[in-house]
């Protein structure tokens, strides 16, 4: 895979924009309007016991929007040289994750629900799934 030169620099957090109503709230994601890339994959991550981490890979290609559903969490970005934490508590921010960079969830709290929406379908092939095979690939 040809090597990619993004840095945690490069990622940062999107305001989804919240629309207030006495009824409630509503933000919306749409491809072309707020979202840096067409979305082809949506998952969330649900009942992550107390003092687990979730993540721990890189992607070559795929980029992500994370958005803190419900609750809480800490997202550490790590592109082989600089390390950034982002925390994320609101359903209307999301953390845009750029291909090439290192991930850990960490600090999920009580009933948090980590929605994940991705550039690409699931593709094995597009993982570096150990951190001595990421810190390789960033040379």
């Not at 840096?36 to 070559?60: Q, S």
């Not at 929007?65 to 390390?83: E, H, T």
């Not at 290192?102 to 550039?119: D, H, M, Q, Y």
Request: hydrophobic share 35%; charged share 25%.
């Amino acid at each position: 895979m040809q090597q990619n030169k993004h840095t945690v620099f490069d990622s940062d957090v999107i305001d989804l924009h919240k629309i207030h109503n006495d009824a409630g709230n509503i933000t919306v994601v749409e491809n072309g309007f707020n979202a840096p890339f067409d979305v082809k994959r949506i998952y969330y991550l649900y009942d992550v016991p107390g003092g687990e981490e979730r993540g721990g890979h890189a992607h070559y290609q795929l980029e992500q929007l994370i958005i803190a559903a419900s609750g809480s969490f800490d997202v550490i970005l790590d592109d082989g040289i600089n390390k950034k934490k982002v925390s994320l508590n609101r359903p209307n921010m999301a953390l845009h994750i750029v291909p090439g960079l290192w991930r850990e969830i960490v600090n999920f709290s009580s009933g948090s629900i980590c929605l994940v929406l991705a550039s690409h379908k699931y593709d094995e092939n597009d993982y570096i799934r150990t951190y001595d095979e990421f810190i390789e690939y960033k040379k």
